[in-house]
Structures are given as structure tokens and as C-alpha cells.
């Protein structure tokens, strides 16, 4: 049991790395937002729970394969995902640039698919816990391309 819990919370925390950067949250404020920018105390209840059903996926993989038996084409998609997801705090945030957020979504979103593609040839009955990350990153896509457009001008 201790060794499920231990495999489960190293396939969760990484993906609440973004978190733990000291940055300027009131940036959001201060910027010109789309009549659907939800409050901001959705994010971290969204995003939170998007990441439990990531962790499951990947945990679910993982304990049911050997390591070297994962396809090669998943564990790099898991990646750049992972890359791309982490991002978007630190350069809309961090740096304060809406366009590079914009970036960040769209490789969110685009990888998030390839990640579902991926986690379905390996467990189809598991994949489908990566459509409300589908639906976020898509959603989080919109509203980044709408704050730079905003923004911009």
C-alpha cells in the first residue's frame, strides 16, 4: 500500500511544480480580461483536479508496466506536455508576456491530444480521464489568445 501511495504522489507532484514559483498573481488583475475569464479562484480548483486525473493516468501506466515495456513515443509526449504545461506560469506570470502564454496553451492543448492518442494505445479505458484536460487546456487556449488580443492593442 505505502509503495502505491509513494508511486501515486511522485506521478502527482511534479505537475504542481508551476505552484510553488513566487510570482506576480496580481498581474491578472491588471490586465483587460474577456467576459468569460472565470474568477480567479477557479484556477487552482480546475488545474488541481485536472492534475489528479493526469497523475492517475500515469500512475495506472506505470504500475501496470515495467518502465522499459512504456512505449518511447508515450513517455516523450508525456514530456513535452509536461513542458509546455509548466510554462505557461512562469511566462505569463514571470515574465509577464501574453503572447508567449498564448505559446504555451496552444503546445499545451496540441500535446494534450497527442498524450490522450498516446495513453489510449496503451489503456483506452484510462485515456478518457484526459478529456477534461483536453477541455481545459483548449478553454485556457481561448482565453489567452483573447487577454493578448486585448491586450495587444
Known amino acids: 500500500m505505502i509503495k502505491k501511495v509513494l ?3 511522485g506521478c502527482f507532484i511534479p505537475w504542481l511544480v508551476s505552484y510553488i514559483f513566487p510570482l506576480d498573481y496580481d498581474y491578472y488583475k491588471e490586465i ?3 467576459f468569460f475569464a472565470p474568477p480567479q479562484v477557479f484556477y487552482p ?3 488541481t483536479t485536472v492534475y489528479i486525473l493526469i497523475a492517475i493516468t500515469v500512475y495506472q501506466i506505470v504500475y501496470s508496466h515495467a518502465l522499459k515495456d512504456i ?3 508515450y513517455k516523450k509526449t508525456l ?3 509536461y513542458l509546455f504545461n509548466q510554462s505557461y506560469t512562469l511566462v505569463f506570470f ?3 508576456k501574453p503572447f508567449l502564454g498564448v505559446l504555451s496553451t496552444l503546445g499545451t492543448f496540441l500535446s494534450t491530444l497527442f498524450l490522450k492518442e498516446e495513453t489510449s494505445l496503451i489503456n483506452s479505458k484510462i485515456s478518457k480521464l484526459l478529456v477534461p484536460y483536453i477541455l481545459l487546456s ?3 487556449t481561448i482565453l489567452s489568445l ?3 488580443l486585448l491586450n495587444a492593442i
Open 79 to 81: 514530456l513535452i506536455n
Open 32 to 34: 483587460k480580461l474577456p
Open 71 to 73: 512505449p518511447k513515443s
Open 7 to 9: 508511486l501515486f504522489t
Open 45 to 47: 480548483i480546475a488545474w
Open 94 to 96: 514571470g515574465l509577464q
Open 138 to 140: 483548449l478553454f485556457a
Open 146 to 148: 483573447s487577454i493578448y
